[in-house]
């Protein structure tokens, strides 16, 4: 499930000015993940753990409950409500979690915990970034067993080949084979809804579950299956999430025209085909998707599904970096090395401590688990948390933010919340079914998250304590001057108010200051861009120095050198060659104080560490950066 924004150029060079380039290239980048549902989902739902049999009422009660699901949660919730919760036009977790906080700004408590929900749906997305390639990969190049008998000992190492070269790939950028992804897309939901078409005219009754009481049936004769089953019919609503995350990309109404028009008929034909096959067939249940097609047409599908399946798998790889992008902006998580592997497109970043972490555990589950059947077990909790997280943001913005009438907006949202948690509560069990994993995984990122997020803020409070006031500062300057050197010392600072650090450290140690020195302070704000007037704000305080204050939006990296160039004041010189960017480096050293427990500051202390240096995070020229570091006791 791609949870923000990803592979910006693989639409940019795609669309034409029409509104069929866009459709086209939103149907490759947000579609690839729900649209590979159809390998597993029915082939899960009727593998037999279940319970559910594979006769008319079984096959018509599935069907009916996957389409309704389709319709209320992916068109109804996402496209026509979710869809237009965005923070000036970005989507995602992150985007929505800050539109949530400044919902709740007057309620301190609830923000909070706002903002905690919002870091544990970010954290589990990660877990499902694992498992989307890996169950995808593997169902699709599951067909060869049926292709060529006896080679169902090379799917293995098969899917880990190809995995492991599409994460190899990443740090080379993936701009050559984006342009392909719409166009290979569109192809595949056609095949989709021409296989499903084919297989509805041999059993044309299967229409009949388009009729909601075949699922309330479902459900009255199977009262405790049919809660359980939901944990299998949810994975026809994986990668719903996408269709938030990337509007950014693409703007609303094109996603929501490629979902009507494409997408939507291609998932439910094909469906609706698979169960008229095991209508007429009750032992195609073992790959029903494969089984659909004509045996002429079995090596074309399983080559177009690999196809397929990579698309999805890069489009929650990308989203997984952009994702982690947007964390490192909002202080979330440390600073990491990002690497833009386009020169000319903003949003195709690499970042390999990602990629090689989600390498890593996706291999461990192709080796662990070994099939898609295994890994559907796995399948469902990281979803379905993200979705009622998602679902409990929205409310808050639709309620507090947009201020909608409460008689109108409740019984919507109550709607959302209970089909969100019937799906949740349906996959709780896989917990102690494989589905451990990405809920461990989750938990250990929320952790890490949450440590550095509270680590940072214990961090500022604590120098803060020990802070010069800078009228006090400059005060003393004017009554007894140091010596003062040509140039323009720019001094990096998290607090406006304080006097930095390095500064002191600079005074005490050199005893000399600048002609010009500026207090400089880069601040991301909760939007995905700040318009370029409204970048730099400076204020003079006399005896040659300033404070500049420096705005980001969350979705942009903070260039502070291409910044100070533009800003075009003339008190101030900022040419390469005249100005020292200076640099506090605190060494920490973890204490048994109260702030945190001691494990928490120890790890805090490691990130600390090993975080990205501020020098490479702000694009600092490297022979002009000078770091003076102090130990800190926290």
Not at 65 to 74: A, G, K, N, R
Not at 198 to 215: F, M, S, T, Y
């Amino acid at each position: 499930m791609s949870q923000t924004s990803v592979l910006q150029s693989s639409h940019d060079q795609v669309r034409a000015s029409s509104g069929l380039g866009l459709l086209i290239a939103a149907t490759g980048v947000v579609y690839g993940d729900i649209g590979t549902s159809p390998l597993y989902t029915l082939k899960e739902v009727f593998a037999g753990h279940y319970g559910v049999a594979v006769n008319h009422d079984g096959v018509l009660g599935i069907l009916s409950m996957i389409f309704w699901s389709l319709i209320w949660v992916v068109s109804i919730k996402y496209v026509l409500f979710i869809l237009r919760a965005d923070n000036q036009g970005e989507g995602g977790v992150m985007a929505l979690t800050t539109l949530a906080r400044r919902a709740t700004a007057a309620y301190p408590r609830l923000s909070r915990t706002l903002m905690l929900l919002g870091l544990f749906g970010a954290a589990l997305f990660y877990g499902d970034s694992m498992i989307t390639p890996a169950i995808s990969v593997l169902s699709a190049i599951e067909g060869l067993d049926l292709a060529f008998k006896g080679v169902g000992q090379w799917v293995k190492p098969l899917a880990l080949a190809v995995l492991v070269a599409l994460f190899l790939i990443q740090k080379h950028g993936t701009a050559r084979i984006g342009i392909l992804f719409g166009p290979i897309m569109v192809i595949w939901f056609l095949v989709l809804g021409g296989l499903g078409v084919h297989g509805i005219l041999q059993r044309p009754e299967v229409l009949k579950a388009l009729n909601p009481w075949w699922a309330v049936n479902f459900f009255l004769t199977h009262p405790g299956l049919g809660v359980t089953i939901l944990g299998a019919v949810v994975l026809a609503l994986t990668g719903a999430e996408a269709l938030y995350a990337d509007m950014g990309h693409f703007g609303r109404r094109p996603i929501a025209r490629a979902w009507f028009s494409l997408v939507l008929p291609g998932l439910v034909l094909n469906y609706f085909g698979q169960g008229a096959l095991l209508l007429a067939d009750p032992a195609a249940a073992r790959n029903p998707f494969y089984l659909l097609a004509p045996n002429w047409a079995l090596l074309p599908m399983i080559i177009l599904s690999t196809l397929a399946t990579i698309i999805a798998s890069q489009a929650v790889i990308s989203g997984a970096f952009s994702l982690t992008q947007q964390a490192i902006q909002l202080g979330y998580v440390p600073r990491m090395q990002i690497q833009h592997t386009s020169s000319a497109e903003q949003g195709q970043i690499y970042i390999g401590l990602v990629n090689w972490a989600l390498m890593a555990g996706v291999v461990l589950l192709v080796l662990g688990f070994g099939s898609s059947g295994a890994l559907a077990s796995a399948y469902g909790v990281a979803v379905t948390g993200t979705m009622l997280i998602t679902t409990l943001l929205v409310a808050t913005v639709i309620l507090l933010l947009w201020k909608v009438p409460r008689w109108l907006a409740i019984p919507v949202l109550l709607g959302f919340l209970c089909v969100d948690s019937l799906f949740f509560a349906a996959n709780v069990p896989k917990v102690f079914q494989g589905g451990a994993f990405p809920v461990i995984a989750g938990i250990g990122l929320f952790v890490l998250m949450t440590t550095w997020r509270r680590g940072k803020e214990n961090l500022i409070q604590l120098l803060d304590e020990t802070a010069l006031p800078l009228p006090a500062f400059i005060e003393s300057v004017r009554l007894q001057p140091p010596h003062r050197v040509h140039g323009t010392a720019v001094f990096l600072s998290a607090r406006p108010e304080a006097v930095p650090h390095a500064l002191l450290h600079n005074l005490l140690h050199n005893q000399v200051l600048h002609e010009r020195v500026v207090l400089l302070t880069v601040q991301t704000e909760d939007s995905p861009r700040v318009p370029r007037q409204q970048r730099f704000q400076v204020d003079s305080y006399g005896e040659g120095f300033y404070r500049v204050i420096l705005h980001f939006g969350f979705m942009e990296e903070p260039n502070v050198p291409e910044a100070l160039r533009l800003s075009h004041l003339e008190d101030l010189d900022f040419s390469p060659m005249r100005t020292t960017f200076f640099l506090s480096r605190e060494t920490l050293i973890p204490t048994k104080r109260m702030a945190m427990a001691y494990w928490r500051e120890t790890l805090f202390a490691f990130l600390q560490k090993n975080a990205n240096s501020s020098m490479r995070y702000f694009q600092l020229p490297v022979n002009r950066v000078i770091e003076l570091g102090a130990q800190v006791e926290i």
